[in-house]
């Protein structure tokens, strides 16, 4: 794994380098989407790296370098000025190369590579297919890199050059003797049948540049430093989008979760829905597009289910893994009744148009989303895949007051508050089709659950709720942070919401810079861990909208400020996926978690759903809250 890494992204192209941007090792390289099509990409300037002077991302597309000769001391000989643009359909490279010293002519390398190995096989995934016979082609104008995969997708990697360059021992080589060059190279990612396109990055800039006024024009925050926070999310999110055949979708973070995925997407949507509502929109279509229509043991499809995870790798078409796509999780059907009904609202005519699926979602609540027929919404670890079908997923992140995993239908607290939630939204779309004397059956179902969770969930000791209920039905008694999340579905009733808050904040749970995932108490916490112990801003974020909108609005200006706050504290001025849970030191960050996404779709999405909390501690949430049904 890297030990610094960077990411330059647009629509399904994204370069994955070193701390100076350089493709040469590791899990390093340029990928569409699921494949890596180029695994090496350096610049060489007379054998030697050339040094970094000064480098900036104008945007998430776009890198500005200046550079000089390796070991520059108090002179420098050579200048490279860079600039690196990804557009959807080219990775352009143009240095301008300037002699300052000497007369003698210079030698500029571009080594190249591209092996064309599955992202899942960088990242390590068992049982890859080891080394591809990959075709170069030297050509006047550059070179060809070319694959054939075993399913027969061909895969071209094509690469031009201005002025030509030769082609010798794996790189693109010039041999400079005028006192300045501009080199220009594009790289051209091409699958099938598809032609070299040029990008525009000059039209990209123009979006980009729209987009930020329209923020601006649309939500202007007191303080100018949260403005550029806020600024920058969105810029985020616009560069977390790839084109699907229903719009732009949203990645679920920076640099391996460029696909389409449930939860993920649902809860970027459910935060942004009211500022963005295209791409609220885009998510449901697709996702309805590629609901659950039959059993399937390997992928965990079922009827009515939506997916977790979709992948278009080599290893994926062949089989391989079961991502194409995976269905294992509890909580993205609920939460697509839940995005629909929320929709609905403001578009109407998507309630008719997406019937057949928020229908069919619903059933899978009842049936196969419920295997023991309890009431509560339940899955099972997966022994081949993901353990914990929700979004704390990892295998260690669920697990009894005395420390021992989950089994059977394990049911866990958020998903049934999402179950609530879809059960209201079904209510408001029977009425906007018109059928209200439907609306009353999900309203009641909706209070059924809201009793038998209060009765089941409710731990009155620590003025809390449980994790969830194991197999064997008992409560797991283990203090984390989804009950605070929870706030926002709606599930929890006003009178329990202010102990819950407090606890949430209590000095178990909360470090300062958001709540922990796993109190300090606890068996396996860590500070250092994905789920236990750790700070996921998302998931702090949804107990701050919760608590605003059971009208704690004290506690939740303190979440929203202190998530600003580590946002503010950051280099980049992005909120971290996740970051330690250190307690809070006076003039100190937030401790980075070494593997987080940079940025993540989550955490993009937080700036514009609570941002309105820090223009006014009343402001109307991203999620309106659902009327009570006790």
């Known amino acids: 794994m890297l030990n610094t890494r960077t990411v330059l992204k647009e629509n399904d192209l994204y370069l994955v380098g070193d701390a100076h941007y350089r493709v040469a090792d590791g899990e390093s390289g340029l990928y569409r989407r699921d494949t890596r099509v180029l695994s090496r990409y350096e610049w060489r300037l007379d054998g030697e790296t050339p040094q970094t002077l000064v480098q900036h991302e104008h ?23 860079r600039d690196l643009q990804l557009t959807a359909t080219e990775l352009r490279d143009t240095l301008r190369v300037t002699r300052y010293l000497g007369d003698g002519p210079h030698e500029l390398r571009l080594h190249l590579n591209a092996d064309y190995l599955d992202m899942f096989e960088v990242r390590g995934w068992p049982g890859e297919l080891g080394a591809r016979d990959v075709q170069v082609r030297p050509s006047p104008d550059g070179v060809d890199f070319e694959y054939v995969a075993l399913d027969g997708l061909r895969s071209r990697t094509c690469v031009r050059t201005s002025p030509p360059a030769r082609w010798e021992d794996g790189a693109l080589v010039w041999t400079l003797t005028d006192a300045q060059t501009d080199v220009r190279v594009s790289v051209y990612p091409l699958q099938g049948d598809e032609a070299p396109t040029p990008g525009d990055p000059d039209a990209l800039h123009a979006e980009y540049a729209r987009l930020t006024a329209q923020v601006r024009a649309d939500l ?21 989008s790839f084109e699907t055949d229903f719009g732009a979708f949203p990645a679920a973070g920076l640099p391996w979760f460029v696909a389409p995925f449930g939860r993920d997407s649902m809860l970027i949507a459910l935060m942004v829905h009211r500022h963005l509502p ?20 390997v992928t965990l499809e079922q009827p009515g289910k939506i997916l977790h995870e979709m992948r278009v790798g080599e290893l994926t078409r062949l089989g391989r893994t079961p991502h194409r796509p995976y269905y294992a999780t509890a ?26 699926h928020w229908e069919a979602a619903l059933n899978w609540l009842l049936t196969d989303g419920d295997p023991d027929g ?21 295998g260690d992140s669920t697990f009894t007051e005395d420390g021992q995993d989950v089994s059977g239908y394990v049911a866990v607290i958020e998903v049934q508050g999402y179950a609530y939630a879809a059960y209201r939204a079904a209510a408001r779309l029977y009425r906007t089709l018109g059928e209200p004397d439907r609306a009353p059956e999900w309203e009641e179902r909706a209070a059924q659950l809201q009793r038998a969770f209060q009765q089941a969930f409710w731990w009155p000791e620590r003025g809390y709720y449980v994790h969830g209920l194991n197999g064997d039905k008992r409560p797991l008694r283990v203090l984390v942070s989804n009950a605070a999340h929870t706030l926002c579905t709606g599930i929890i009733a006003p009178e329990f919401a202010a102990q819950v808050a407090r606890t949430a904040l209590g000095a178990e749970l909360w470090s300062g810079w958001g709540i922990r995932t796993l109190g300090t108490e606890e068996p396996r916490f860590n500070p250092v861990s994905y789920h236990n112990g750790s700070v996921w801003p998302h998931d702090t974020a949804l107990a701050a909208l ?16 202190a998530l600003f706050d580590a946002a503010r504290a950051a280099p980049d001025g992005r909120l971290s996926e996740l970051f330690a849970g250190f307690p809070r030191e006076d003039g100190t960050p937030p401790v980075p978690y070494p593997a987080a996404c940079h940025p993540q779709g989550w955490d993009a999405a ?7 909390l820090l223009r006014s501690p009343a402001h109307p949430a991203a999620i309106p809250e659902p009327a009570p049904t006790r």
């Open 331 to 356: 909580d993205a059907t609920p939460l697509f009744v839940w995005l629909v009904g929320e929709l609905a609202e403001a578009h109407p005519d998507l309630a008719r148009e997406l019937r057949p």
């Open 59 to 81: 945007g998430p597309y776009w890198l500005h370098q200046q550079n000089a000769n390796a070991n520059v001391g108090y002179t420098m000989r050579v200048g490279l000025r």
């Open 606 to 612: 937080i700036p514009l759903a609570l941002g309105g």
């Open 546 to 561: 919760g608590m605003a909108r059971l009208g704690l609005h004290a506690e939740a200006a303190q979440v929203t400020r």
């Open 220 to 240: 202007t925050l007191p303080d100018p430093q949260d403005q550029r926070i806020l600024e920058r999310s969105v810029a985020d999110l616009r560069s977390l």
């Open 374 to 394: 309890d009431g509560f919404i339940e899955y099972t670890p997966d022994p081949g895949g993901i353990t914990n079908a929700v979004w704390k997923d990892s």
């Open 278 to 297: 295209q791409l609220a929109l885009t998510v449901a279509r697709f996702l309805a597009a590629h609901q659950g229509q039959r059993h399937d043991p």
